[in-house]
T-cell receptor, first 114, second 114 residues
Framework: DAGITQSPRHKVTETGTPVTLRCHQT?????MYWYRQDPGHGLRLIHY???????DKGEVSDGYSVSRSKTEDFLLTLESATSSQTSVYFC?????????????FGPGTRLLVL | QKEVEQDPGPLSVPEGAIVSLNCTYS??????FMWYRQYSRKGPELLMY????GNKEDGRFTAQVDKSSKYISLFIRDSQPSDSATYLC??????????????FGTGTLLAVQP
């Protein structure tokens, strides 16, 4: 998985609770991404980062926030989890500008919101 | 209408068959085309990427892009049971442009029967 780890790998939580997912990379890549994967929708971009403290919204950012204080770590926070946020969450990294945007994915986090 | 359409399958073939997987798209600005393979409960892994139109071959895999028809294909020769996975197409516009994020298809589930 290209030097990418995600934690936790599985989580069950209750509606209304905050949840933070962590992505850690050892490749020193500039770009990091958070996706969610749901049946019938494929992979959809939530937020991405193009450097430390530089982030931007993706296609489905409502209800999510992110932070990147170090190159290697990208955190995704669900401020108040809802059942519609039950999904598999993938982190991805890429080298970014200067070559085609090929992204390498982590192993995923399965989140169940009851 | 989704920007990228992909038949979800499932597609079941006997071992040794030639497999054809396809995606269509609507955004003529897409210039980079990728194929990812995703095993069950794993993160997607990059198989191949191509820039603009044409063919690219890597072992048993051939990626083909027809920009005039907005149609891309992945061919797998001499398919093996280990090829059983979900195959995701992904696309991106010109570097630095408004569409410099990957847009994914929903994936096609392939089963190669021994």
């Amino acid at each position: 998985d290209a030097g990418i780890t995600q934690s936790p790998r599985h989580k069950v939580t209750e509606t209304g609770t905050p949840v933070t997912l962590r992505c850690h990379q050892t490749e020193n890549h500039r770009y990091m991404y958070w996706y969610r994967q749901d049946p019938g929708h494929g992979l959809r971009l939530i937020h991405y980062s193009y450097g430390v403290k530089d982030t931007d919204k993706g296609e489905v950012s409502d209800g999510y926030s992110v932070s990147r204080s170090k190159t290697e770590d990208f955190l995704l926070t669900l401020e108040s989890a809802t059942s519609s946020q039950t999904s598999v969450y993938f982190c991805a990294i890429s080298e970014g500008r200067g070559r085609p945007e090929t992204q390498y994915f982590g192993p995923g986090t399965r989140l169940l919101v009851l | 209408q989704k920007e990228v359409e992909q038949d979800p399958g499932p597609l079941s073939v006997p071992e040794g068959a030639i497999v054809s997987l396809n995606c269509t798209y609507s955004n003529s600005a897409f210039q980079y085309f990728m194929w990812y393979r995703q095993y069950s409960r794993k993160g997607p892994e990059l198989l191949m990427y191509t820039y603009s139109s044409g063919n690219k071959e890597d072992g048993r895999f051939t990626a083909q892009v027809d920009k005039s028809s907005k149609y891309i294909s992945l061919f797998i020769r001499d398919s093996q049971p280990s090829d059983s996975a979900t195959y995701l197409c992904a696309m991106m516009g010109p570097y630095g442009g408004a569409t410099n994020k990957l847009i994914f298809g929903t994936g096609t589930l392939l089963a190669v029967q021994p």
